[in-house]
């Protein structure tokens, strides 16, 4: 039985495949400091993952195809008893451990607030050797860094940017769209709820992120057809999004190409100027 002083949270795992990592988000989620009875695990998963983690405290639901994560979400919510739903990737961990409690502390404090993004962290390992997904990591901050600085959003007009949300209230009854958690943004904003930007609480993501220019094609095919679903439903316009985007992009490449000159300039100054004997002695004492 949960305890009452605190909220309850579902945590809604989808796990298509995912033999290698199940166990370890379990684990980990299991690990998150808050009242182990307000959390309610539910992971829909092939039948193969589900029998890694039959001896595990969690819902499972064994899809016997692939129907897409958004039908995946439709059913786990369907089954959740939570106050507050967080949609999480098997291959993704959140942090930091005490979480949940931020989070309940915002959403007690406003009532009106329906959901809220996450940022993300990536392993250095996937960075490590491959070009390509850094620059498409920096491409991903500026997009979060854009957010940052649109959130909150009260109102359906504010919509003129991609929105996501990672945690929610327990409002949503079905999800229909490629882009879930875009979706659940706006049928919470249709039902007069707020959206909200948690810098503070992020995912660390073991992948995701396209590592050659042929999967970052791909995702991205995906990904725009979902908007293009959105938009055509919901009678979006991000045209103030791209261009102000693409200025952004030119902001960080104009920086990328005063910064070298920046350092030169200091290194120059360093080098020329007189150590100053007073300030050495003190730091050889």
């Not at 129907?67 to 369907?78: E, H």
């Not at 959740?80 to 990737?89: A, K, M, P, V």
Request: overall charge positive.
């Amino acid at each position: 039985m949960s305890d009452k002083k605190h909220l309850t949270f579902s945590i809604l795992v989808c796990a298509w495949e995912e033999e290698k990592m199940i166990e370890h988000c379990i684990k980990h989620i299991l690990s998150l400091d808050y009242p182990k009875k307000n959390i309610e695990i539910i992971v829909s998963c092939d039948s193969n993952t589900a029998k890694l983690i039959r001896e595990y405290p969690v819902k499972i639901l064994v899809e016997k195809e692939r129907a897409g994560k958004w039908n995946a979400l439709t059913n786990m919510i369907k089954k959740s008893t939570g106050d507050i739903l967080i949609i999480n990737d098997a291959d993704s961990f959140l942090f930091p451990l005490y979480a949940l409690y931020d989070l309940e502390k915002d959403f007690n404090k406003n009532p009106k607030l329906g959901g809220l993004v996450f940022g993300y962290l990536k392993t250095t390992d996937e960075i490590k050797g491959n070009f390509w997904t850094f620059i498409d990591y920096l491409i991903t901050d500026l997009s979060f860094y854009y957010r940052l600085l649109k959130y909150p959003i009260k109102d359906f007009k504010q919509v003129t940017f991609p929105i996501l949300t990672n945690v929610f209230r327990n409002k949503i009854e079905k999800i229909e769209a490629i882009n879930d958690d875009a979706e659940i943004s706006l049928k919470l904003l249709q039902m007069g709820y707020e959206l909200d930007y948690a810098p503070y609480i992020y995912f660390y993501s073991l992948h995701g992120t396209s590592t050659n220019i042929s999967d970052f094609i791909k995702q991205k095919v995906r990904i725009n057809t979902g908007w293009l679903q959105l938009k055509k439903k919901y009678g979006l316009d991000f045209t103030n999004y791209y261009l102000e985007m693409g200025f952004l992009v030119a902001k960080t490449i104009f920086y990328l190409m005063i910064w070298p000159l920046g350092y030169a300039y200091s290194m120059l100054k360093a080098y020329f100027k007189k150590p100053e004997v007073k300030v050495w002695e003190k730091i050889k004492r």
